[in-house]
């Protein structure tokens, strides 16, 4: 099937594209295709430790990035560029997560089939 | 002749996203491309909405969108799930209820164009 990357560009919760660009590529992850994915600008908070308090209003879909291994997707990446400008110099992602140079960006995109960008 | 597929994701109120796609897919039509699916995600099935009411003066681009793939028989799906949790019942013109895992299965050898 054929290579696609999702780069995720939005913040975890001030609108609802983390969510269901997860569920997208947990769809197409579904049917075969080789996924890659990529957090970005604000997204890269995607992947930081999430807030545990029970009271929390929001749904904490960040959890479900662990079934990324079920559905063998391996290639998640971090925009480096977008982590320094955040000052995020040395964060702990909450699943396994590679960080990427803008050159390396360019040479992933390169190689898909198709880009989704959400 | 290439064949693509069209994912909208945007309200067809508040963006020009519509109007966008809706050219694109003329534009691909007349050159003789195929167009495999137009699928509508996130704020996009707002479009299917059999509610909608504009002033006469505003272009419907759901209804144009809608007659266009009717026309030229092209699949025009929107995502249930995401159309359920908008609270949104679809009207009956043209609009087929999908799931991501048909898009998925229908982007298969297609060139995805994204507005």
């Known amino acids: ?118 | 002749m290439t064949t693509f597929s069209l994912m909208l994701t945007t309200s067809p109120l508040a963006r020009q996203d519509f109007a966008s796609a809706l050219q694109f897919a003329s534009a691909a039509v007349d050159a003789g491309c195929q167009i495999e699916q137009v699928f509508l995600y996130q704020d996009a099935v707002l479009a299917t909405a059999a509610a909608i009411d504009l002033p006469a003066d505003e272009p419907n681009l759901s209804d144009q969108l809608a007659n266009f793939c009717r026309q030229h028989h092209i699949p025009l799906l929107y995502c249930v799930t995401a159309a359920e949790k908008r609270g949104v019942m679809p009207a009956d013109s043209g609009f087929i209820g999908a799931g991501l895992a048909e898009f998925a299965m229908r982007l298969t050898h297609t060139k995805l164009v994204q507005f």
Request: aromatic share 8%; hydrophobic share 45%; with cysteine.
């Open chain 1, 1 to 118: 099937m054929q290579p696609i990357t999702i780069i995720q560009r939005q913040s975890p919760f001030n609108s609802s594209c983390g969510r269901e660009a997860l569920d997208l590529t947990l769809a197409l992850a579904a049917v075969e295709h080789k996924i890659s994915m990529v957090f970005s600008g604000d997204a890269v908070y995607q992947l930081l430790a999430m807030n545990t308090e029970p009271e929390f209003a929001l749904k904490r879909y960040q959890q479900s990035f662990k079934l990324f291994d079920l559905y063998d997707i391996e290639q998640v990446y971090v925009c480096q560029h977008s982590l320094l400008q955040r000052q995020l110099e040395q964060p702990e992602f909450v699943i396994p997560a590679k960080i990427i140079t803008p050159e390396q960006l360019q040479h992933l995109l390169a190689a898909q089939q198709q880009i989704v960008c959400i």
